[in-house]
């Protein structure tokens, strides 16, 4: 997708940060050494987004920009290199879908086309009815449960057809499922349950190596 496609076309006329904002954004310039304030260019884009129904309009890269006193070009950089940030409108639900190797290798062509089939879109569009659009990313960095589709800012782990089905059931009845893995998996314990210390007390398990070893020392 070229940058252009991701900038929207219909752009507001102005774009100022909310009073909540702008003493966030102090507090967030304060953090940096004199000189140095390019470095919150991340946050006060994210700041943008959030207020401005989850995407950045032009208007506010030229204020950050201003506040940052930055080239406007290096704020749009910064914005067109991050697919977290949206330079155009997005659904209610901002689906983002990993599809690199360790999700693919578990299964995340049918998440895709669980969502493909419910809403015929593809990576950069947005469904018919408005709510859903749908981002194809790079990893998610939680690949021990993949495969993995970021909603908004919660993870959904652990995804088949039929899992993804009911995340977007839920999604459109406005009362998503619990944030995690779907299998209900703890961190990045196996499928299958928690194996190490499953029984016993800490210090209590007894290996093949411990023992011969006690059969030694008999």
């Not at 290798?105 to 809403?119: C, F, Q, T, V, W």
């Not at 495969?147 to 993804?164: A, R």
Request: hydrophobic share 40%; net charge neutral; with cysteine.
């Amino acid at each position: 997708m070229s940058i252009e496609d991701r900038i929207a076309s219909d752009q507001p006329n102005s774009f100022a940060f909310s009073k909540e904002n702008e003493a966030e954004i102090k507090r967030i310039i304060a953090k940096y050494p004199k000189g140095r304030q390019a470095s919150a260019v991340m946050p006060l884009l994210d700041l943008a987004q959030r207020q401005h129904e989850n995407w950045i309009p032009m208007k506010a890269i030229e204020l950050i920009a201003t506040t940052l006193d930055m080239a406007e070009i290096r704020v749009l950089e910064v914005a067109t290199f991050y697919t977290m940030f949206n330079l155009k409108p997005v659904g209610k639900y901002f689906l983002q879908a990993c599809t690199t190797t360790p999700c693919w290798l578990r299964g995340s062509d049918e998440m895709m086309r669980a969502i493909k089939d419910r809403y015929q879109i593809s990576s950069g569009q947005t469904s018919a009815c408005g709510r859903f659009s749908l981002l194809e990313v790079e990893c998610l960095g939680a690949c021990v449960n993949a495969p993995i589709l970021q909603v908004n800012d919660d993870f959904y782990e652990d995804l088949d057809y039929q899992s993804t089905s009911a995340l977007l059931d839920s999604l459109e009845a406005d009362a998503p499922l619990a944030v995690g893995s779907v299998l209900g998996r703890s961190g990045s314990e196996p499928t299958t349950g928690a194996t190490t210390l499953a029984t016993g007390k800490p210090g209590k398990a007894v290996t093949g190596a411990t023992k011969k070893r006690s059969k030694a020392n008999a």
